[in-house]
């Protein structure tokens, strides 16, 4: 088994109450996330991982941070911010109960579990900031930066006939 989130639990097999702790800083394998963020290809992922055996298996404690980058789904500006995650996943040894993850070959591959739990913590509706009120519908032009001319609001062609009409008008025609 290869691959940079393939650990080896040799030592630790078998003998509940041993732990081990490693401190990993690889590069992300692959694009993770397909919405308007996601982890590239090449980001530096950082992982403080703790392998205690237990004895169902390998438990396995990370704490996990990269940097996630996109656009805002508000105004479409670039924005890149950090993930910080925190995962506990138990690695059963093969033959036992039916378990999502297995101890396979002496080994316990990290991958699927940082995987989904980073893709998982992006935000669905990521924003440059919590107040960002997004583009102008009429111009197109980012809200938060202003260009100084106010836009008046559109006249829906059906009450154009209405705009002659004021509230002053109606004050005079009352006896």
Known sequence: MNGPLVVPVRDIMYRPG???????????????????VSVAE???????????????????????????????????????????????????YS?????DFEVQDDHVDLETPVRDAIVLSLPFQ?????D???????????LTVSTGSPQGEPIDSRWAALQDFTPDHDTDARP
Do not use: N
């Open 95 to 99: 033959g036992s109960e039916e378990t």
């Open 18 to 36: 041993e732990m081990r702790e490693h401190d990993l800083a690889l590069p992300v394998p692959e694009k993770w996330g397909e919405g308007l």
């Open 132 to 142: 960002c009120p997004g583009l102008d519908p009429a111009t197109g032009e980012r």
């Open 126 to 130: 990521p924003v440059c900031q919590p």
């Open 42 to 92: 090449g980001e530096e992922l950082v992982v403080r991982l703790r392998l205690e055996s237990v004895h169902e298996g390998i438990l396995a404690t990370a704490e996990l941070d990269t940097r996630y980058s996109g656009v805002c789904g508000r105004c479409l500006t670039d924005i890149a911010e950090p993930v910080e995650v925190e995962i506990q996943e138990l690695f059963a």
